[in-house]
Nanobody
Framework: QVQLVESGGGLVQAGGSLRLSCAAS????????VGWFRQAPGKEREFVVA???????NYADSVKGRFTISRDNAKNTVYLQMASLKPEDTAVYYC?????????????????WGQGTQVTVSS
């Protein structure tokens, strides 16, 4: 079955960096689009960034210039490099996979989800 596993979350000070990983199994990973979403306590899940099989990307305005998504199809893994972190970036971060070649910002477009990893940015 399809499985997505996030890792790399943790506690970091404002201005610091973290790299999240999303390891996939049970799917032809290289043909899937992968998105990152986040959900802070009491808030709705929000789109962060997505990457298509070709490397094309779609970033939320709130993270442009600070976050970078990349993928290694040989390792079935997508990475989210986060820099210049702010307290408002604190959330559980989820990766999700979409078999259709597109870059959707809507969570309902993604049928497969990981369990999430906590990112906490202290001020």
């Amino acid at each position: 079955q399809v499985q997505l596993v996030e890792s790399g979350g943790g506690l970091v000070q404002a201005g610091g960096s973290l790299r999240l990983s999303c390891a996939a199994s049970g799917l032809t990973f290289s043909s899937y689009s992968v998105g990152w979403f986040r959900q802070a306590p009491g808030k709705e899940r929000e789109f962060v960034v997505a990457i298509m099989w070709s490397g094309s990307t779609n970033y939320a305005d709130s993270v442009k210039g600070r976050f970078t998504i990349s993928r290694d199809n040989a390792k079935n893994t997508v990475y989210l490099q986060m820099a210049s972190l702010k307290p408002e970036d604190t959330a559980v971060y989820y990766c999700a996979a979409d078999p259709i070649p597109r870059l959707p910002a809507e969570s309902r477009a993604y049928p497969y989800w990981g369990q999430g990893t906590q990112v906490t940015v202290s001020s």
